[in-house]
C-alpha cells in the first residue's frame, strides 16, 4: 500500500510538485537618517528612513557547505551599498529609491533578485506618527 503526503502545510499551488531549491538573505529595519521626498524642509531636518531586503542568491554557493564568508554573498557588503545609495543621493519619491537600491544590489553578482520595502517615518498624514512605504521586487531580467 502507498501513502501519499498531502502536505497541507503548503499553499495549494505548491502541493503535488517539487519545491524548487531557493535561498534567501533577509535583512529587515535597518534604520537609516536621510534627506528624500519632495518638500524642501525634508531637505534640510530630513527623517528617518527604514529598509527591508529579502535578496534571493543561488542555494548552490559554495558558502553553504565551506562556511567561508568569501563564498557566499556578504550582508556587510550589502548593508554598506544600501546605506551610500540612501544617504549619498536625494530622491523625491519612495519610488525612485527602491529602484536606485535594487539597481546597485542587482550589480552584485551573487544576487538572483532582491525584494526591496522602504518606509519613510511620518508625523504629518495621521494624528500620530506611522510608517508609510513602498515596495519593490526585481531581477535580472525585468
Known sequence: MLFFRTFSFLPKAARGRALNPSAQIVIRDFVVHAYHGVY???????????????????????????????????YETVISRVYAVVTQNRFHLLERLCRAICDDLLCLERILSVDVTVEKYLETLTPSPQWFGVRLVRGRDR
Open 40 to 74: 524642501a524642509e525634508e531637505g534640510v531636518t530630513g527623517t528617518s528612513f527604514r529598509i527591508h531586503l529579502v535578496i534571493d542568491i543561488s542555494p548552490d554557493l559554495p558558502g553553504f557547505l565551506t562556511d567561508a564568508l568569501d563564498d557566499t554573498l556578504n
